[in-house]
């Protein structure tokens, strides 16, 4: 099929940035939305034009490495997979495709469709984890009784990639279900429930710290999310968060 | 908790959401004293003259409702202004009606409606009571005539169209904005979980029509029985 691509081209994150035409033909069905980013890349490299840059990694949907909103929505029109999992069938003949970089202040763009989710990575480190003893005497996780549902839940929520398209495609630019998840995977667990109330303090600070907007329960972010993170997890971290204060 | 507990985004979620849920509750009672109207004009003076003159009610009940709703409103505009700040480069193609309601995304334009609503409500009702009782001092209620005035001035209210017309889109916009901020509001203060989820909406949406549309048909009566 031929398909007519508009896609963000900024050279730094100091550069203005434009949207940009490119056509692109002969492109089968069967590719990856990214795989038909290569042959574009290619087919520019070949004019000497400077490549679109594009985050990606695994290419198995695993990683959270890839974003782009795609024709208005975070990871394209298809649901629960990442960009690196749509396929070209979901588009038709003759379509034009706006291809940008997911868009909030907290996530600045370094070049073309690449942004700095850094942001990210400073929230897990406020708290996203569990303190190991490593004193020798450290319990079995294995031999810790837990009750299947809560397993299950606790599981569900450490699915999150991280990708960061709940941001993406939240009118306020709130990270609430990423954070959510993070607090929710640990919480739900004897191991994590030790440092809980400080975990979902720093978490919720720093993420504020960070500049992301406030959530207002659109549920844009569990629609548009590639691993379904549901929107239980912030409800929970709102009572976590509630628990925590009145406790401390 | 402590003071700095409510200046965190999810501190202000629940201030938000608590200022709801206590309008929400006040919406309920006003209904109901309302509807009194079409039913008993008699049981809706004597409500009505209980509301107005009860010290309790006056004196401590009218002001924390007035602070709730200056609170409510003036919170909806801080995180509106905050949350524009957080993408201040929108997208050239976007589309939200893929994965979240128009009332969800527009609350503040709702509310805005609303509060524009609440100025003509004022001035048709609330500044000549507080006028009547508190400046010109008269606090027993009747006409000269010897009959209670509250009916009388609620019924000659809605005699005129333009009146019923901004009441009824009003409510409307008060429908859209109890539709996602009944159930939103259980959800900011964490009762909201998989399994009440659904009925939280289900209740919100009842409750977001019963109510304004409970309005609605007492502003028509009254129209109505005089035309």
């Known amino acids: 099929m031929n398909l007519t691509l508009k896609i963000w081209r900024q050279k730094s994150n100091t550069d203005k940035g434009s949207l940009e035409t490119y056509p692109i033909s002969d492109v089968s069905e069967d590719m990856s939305f990214l795989e038909m980013l290569d042959v574009l890349n290619e087919e520019l490299i070949e004019k000497a034009i400077d490549p679109v840059a594009f985050d990606h990694d695994c290419r198995e949907g695993i990683c959270g490495m890839c974003s782009l909103y795609i024709n208005g929505e975070a990871h394209g029109p298809d649901r629960r997979v990442t960009t690196c999992q749509l396929h070209m069938r979901k588009f038709k003949d003759g379509d034009t495709i706006f291809i940008e970089p997911f868009r909030a202040n907290a996530f600045p763009i370094i070049k073309d469709l690449v942004v700095d989710r850094s942001a990210f990575d400073r929230i897990q480190q406020s708290g996203g984890f569990v303190s190991v003893n490593t004193s020798g005497n450290t319990q079995d996780a294995n031999s810790i009784p837990i009750p299947k549902d809560d397993a299950d839940i606790a599981f569900d929520a450490a699915t999150c990639i991280g990708c960061g398209a709940c941001v993406a495609s939240c009118k306020n630019s709130s990270a609430m279900l990423f954070v959510s998840a993070k607090v929710s995977q640990f919480s739900l667990l004897p191991q994590g429930q030790v440092e809980a109330k400080e975990r979902v303090i720093n978490m919720v600070n720093k993420m504020d710290e960070e500049g992301f907007g406030n959530c207002t329960n659109t549920g844009a972010c569990e629609v548009e999310c590639p691993k379904g993170i549901s929107l239980d997890n912030i409800s929970r971290m709102n009572r976590e968060f509630i628990s925590a204060n009145i406790k401390k | ?227």
Do not use: C
Request: charged share 10%; glycine share 6%.
């Open chain 2, 1 to 227: 908790m402590s003071k700095s507990t409510f200046y965190t985004s999810i501190g202000y979620k629940i201030l938000m959401a608590l200022s709801g849920l206590f309008l929400m509750v006040f919406l309920l009672q006003h209904l109901v004293i309302n509807s009194l109207s079409v039913v008993s004009p008699e049981s809706f003076n004597e409500a009505s003259h209980f509301m107005g003159t009860n010290p309790l009610v006056q004196f401590l009940l009218q002001p924390v409702l007035i602070f709730g709703v200056v609170f409510h409103f003036i919170m909806g505009f801080f995180l509106d202004l905050r949350n524009r700040k957080s993408r201040t480069f929108n997208y050239a193609y976007n589309k939200p009606s893929a994965n979240s309601s128009w009332p969800s995304r527009n609350m503040i334009i709702s509310g805005i409606t609303v509060l524009a609503f609440l100025a003509i409500h004022f001035i048709d009702f609330w500044i000549p009571e507080i006028s009547t009782k508190y400046i010109a001092g008269d606090m027993s209620g009747l006409m000269n005539d010897g009959e209670f005035r509250y009916y009388h001035e609620l019924h000659e209210k809605f005699n005129a169209l333009p009146r019923v017309i901004a009441y009824v889109i009003a409510f409307v916009f008060l429908s859209l904005h109890l539709l996602h901020g009944f159930q939103s509001s259980f959800q900011s203060v964490g009762v909201s979980t998989n399994k009440t989820r659904s009925s939280f909406y289900k209740i919100g949406t009842i409750f977001a029509i019963v109510v304004p549309f409970g309005f609605i048909t007492i502003a028509l009566f009254h129209f109505l029985t005089q035309h």
